[in-house]
């Protein structure tokens, strides 16, 4: 029989079966359970009338169960004695076949090799650790035996149904053989765990990164692999890889303000998804960080909400965004101390298992902000976090004008509620939504009107909206203009390797 992953991977669920029925093995015979039997095994027949009767005990041994199996029990066996038959069939030129293509390591697969079906080199009596196939000839060997006796058992109860001396003799071997197929399992069981883990560890597929979004100074990506199961594994992680740092007290700094800015996020109501942080030595002695974030699919991403969705959808949506908003307004409007920021616009908002047929703000629960690389926290009006770091992916001659630009008037927007709504909005019409344009001023004005108590700042008008997307575009067209400036006269002039993308739209791909 030719070993393929679509083999393996049902060996992987025969040998869960197989471990499953080891333990119930083990909680009926311990190691002294042949005194749990008044005078031992040998000793449970009574004969009557030229029949064999079982000896029907008060209380009844465990040990004893196992010749009175029920239908599951009589499953289990069979299926062992499954998963042996295919174990025994795989011929060592396909095994060796399937770790040439799967193994690049040629002692792995010869170690492998020796797992699956290698010769018991032991000698005589029980072969401990000889291999899965050495392993599966003798448990077949015993329920090949047995099997017949313990389905004759299941049909007739031996205790009011008497057997002949054949299934009596039967027992008792069973009996005098139940350690030794234990142990067997045992190793069997021991044996599949480290050729399935060696196997997965080792195992050749193809890996392909796939890019979910590009931003300003950082790019998102996850890893697909191709799976042992031949169809392919997507990671369920995304990794944002953050402009370099300058050495390890900036990277355990952000770390400690990364941490910090996930517990205020969701001290103000909010849900950041599961994350970590990753990080490495560069040769130049700077540090490569990535964060990491469980993903959620690409009909839950916010840009794809607003695109697919209809007009309801669409404003319940909007709805949702703005009583986050509204979250962090009263948290800070409440802290007297700490205050945090958020970029709200809809590319850093994702709902987990939206369903576009039942979108309401019952929903809220759901709704995760994802965009927490760049923690924005203030202390008395200070940064915690130096927004210099977040320029280090710039080009040099570009960060004087950018730290103005980007300081003095990007930055102060994550804090200021109004700022936040506007953006959104913003965000919605550039991405097609000019038909709820005002319904969503109105929610808007509203919201901060009745939600926070003394707001003063000047409402929210149609044409605010068509100013913020304008400025807004000016600063996308300007990172990216000193950006393509920078990979020109690195790559054409100086023949150096450029390490950020440009922008999403020279790849093909949406702003995550």
């Known amino acids: 029989m030719e070993l393929t992953l679509d083999l393996f991977e049902q060996l992987e669920d025969l040998y869960q079966i197989k471990s499953r029925h080891l333990k119930y093995l083990n909680s009926l015979f311990p190691e002294s359970w042949q005194t749990t039997i008044p005078r031992g095994y040998g000793d449970i027949w009574e004969k009557r009338d030229w029949k064999f009767y079982l000896k029907d005990y008060k209380p009844f041994p465990k040990p004893l169960k196992l010749i009175l199996p029920d239908r599951r029990q009589l499953l289990f066996w069979t299926l062992l004695g499954f998963a042996n038959e295919l174990i025994s069939q795989v011929s060592p030129e396909s095994l060796a076949s399937f770790l040439d293509r799967h193994v690049d390591n040629p002692s792995a697969r010869k170690n492998l090799e020796e797992l699956f079906l290698g010769q018991d080199r032991s000698g005589m009596g029980f072969k401990a650790f000889g291999s899965m196939v050495v392993c599966a000839q003798e448990e077949n060997r015993m329920i090949d035996r047995y099997l017949p006796m313990l389905r004759a058992f299941a049909e007739h109860d031996p205790r009011h149904f008497g057997v002949d001396e054949e299934l009596r003799s039967l027992s008792l071997g069973f009996f005098r053989e139940i350690d030794d197929l234990i142990r067997y399992l045992d190793s069997d069981v021991f044996l599949f765990k480290r050729f399935n883990r060696d196997m997965k560890e080792l195992f050749r597929g193809e890996i392909s990164v796939g890019v979910l979004g590009v931003g300003v100074a950082n790019s998102v990506v996850a890893l697909s692999r191709e799976n042992m199961d031949g169809r392919g594994m997507n990671s369920d992680m995304a990794y944002t890889k953050m402009p370099p740092f300058p050495d390890i007290q900036t990277v355990e700094y952000y770390q400690e303000i990364f941490g910090r800015y996930h517990d205020l996020l969701k001290e103000a109501g909010l849900n950041p998804p599961a994350h970590g942080i990753k990080y490495v030595s560069r040769k130049d002695g700077k540090f490569t960080v990535f964060i990491t974030q469980r993903i959620l699919s690409r009909e839950s991403s916010g840009i794809r909400i607003v695109k697919d969705s209809n007009d309801e959808e669409c404003l319940a949506f909007f709805e949702l965004i703005l009583d986050e908003i509204m979250k962090v307004a009263r948290y800070n409007n409440g802290a007297t101390l700490l205050k945090v920021g958020i970029d709200a616009r809809i590319m850093n908002w994702g709902l987990k298992d939206y369903d576009p047929r039942n979108l309401s703000v019952e929903n809220v629960d759901k709704l995760y902000y994802l965009d927490t690389g760049i923690p924005m926290i203030?202390?008395?009006?200070?940064?915690?976090?130096?927004?210099?770091l977040m320029l280090m992916g710039l080009p040099g001659f570009a960060k004087p004008i950018i730290?103005?630009?980007?300081?003095?008037?990007?930055?102060?927007?994550?804090?200021?509620?109004?700022?936040?709504?506007?953006?959104?909005?913003?965000?919605?019409?550039?991405?097609?939504?000019?038909?709820?344009?005002?319904?969503?001023?109105?929610?808007?004005?509203?919201?901060?009107?009745?939600?926070?108590?003394?707001?003063?700042?000047?409402?929210?008008?149609?044409?605010?909206?068509?100013?913020?997307?304008?400025?807004?575009?000016?600063?996308?067209?300007?990172?990216?203009?000193?950006?393509?400036?920078?990979?020109f006269v690195k790559v054409k002039v100086l023949r150096r390797k450029h390490q950020y993308r440009v922008s999403a739209e020279d790849i093909g791909f949406d702003t995550y």
């Open 378 to 388: 203030r202390e008395k009006g200070e940064d915690l976090l130096d927004p210099d």
């Open 403 to 487: 730290r103005t630009l980007f300081l003095k008037r990007y930055w102060k927007r994550f804090y200021n509620t109004r700022e936040m709504v506007l953006d959104v909005i913003a965000d919605f019409i550039a991405n097609g939504r000019t038909d709820i344009t005002e319904r969503m001023v109105a929610k808007a004005n509203a919201a901060m009107e009745v939600g926070l108590p003394g707001f003063t700042q000047e409402k929210i008008t149609s044409r605010s909206v068509k100013k913020r997307i304008s400025v807004n575009r000016q600063y996308g067209l300007t990172f990216n203009m000193f950006k393509r400036v920078d990979r």
